[in-house]
């Protein structure tokens, strides 16, 4: 589990495609690599990854191939960057919203344009993700707890203030970027409890 708050930007060292159709990623990692173990989850663009290797100030982790596929990893190469964050603690702050490092979707930014010494951006996605968003509600975008600004009939949008450009990722996005994409997880339980409970009525007024 995560809450969402970039604890590091690391840059990529390399990411080497195996035999599977899986690969193996390295970043470079100063700030995490000293309290990181081999088994601990770290959220790499907001996908929980298990470290394999600890070295010399670099992590290393596994990528399945559905991993590959359903998120926007498969676009990582040597120079690029990437935001971390440790798994949470008993008794850490939650700074963000609880975010659980499985991808929803891969979201795409149709816009940025800049509001004072804010960024705006607009991020396109599915009717899934869009049914569970609401005006001000929080949404993990590339593993950023965010707060959704508007809402489209395709899209959505989110504000971010310099620390956050110059802390993460979206500091370098621009249009036609693909970003993953998280649900808050307790919208996403809500709307199963409520789709199950329409279910289990409808079956009571046909008995």
Known sequence: MFSGIVEELAKVSFQDSKPDGGSRLVVESAILSPEASIGDSIAVNGICLTVTSVEKGELSFDISPETLR?????????????????SL?????LGGHFVSGHI????????????????????????DILNLLIDR???????????????????????????????????????????????????????????????????????
Request: hydrophobic fraction near 40%; glycine fraction near 10%; charge should be negative.
């Open 70 to 86: 359903v998120t926007n990893l498969n676009q990582l190469g040597s120079g690029d960057v990437a935001n971390l964050e440790l």
């Open 89 to 93: 603690q008993i008794g850490d702050r």
């Open 104 to 127: 929803d979707d891969v979201g795409e930014i149709v816009d940025r344009r800049s509001e004072g010494d804010c960024s705006v951006f607009r991020i396109a996605a599915n009717k």
């Open 137 to 207: 509600g929080s949404i993990s975008v590339d593993g950023i707890s965010l707060t959704v600004t508007k809402i489209f009939e395709d899209a959505f949008e989110i504000v971010i203030i310099p620390h956050t450009a110059k802390l993460t990722t979206l500091g370098t996005k621009s249009v036609g970027d693909k970003v993953n994409l998280e649900s808050d997880m307790i919208g996403k339980y809500i709307a199963r409890l409520m789709m199950t409970s329409n279910i289990e009525g409808r079956e009571k007024i046909d008995i």
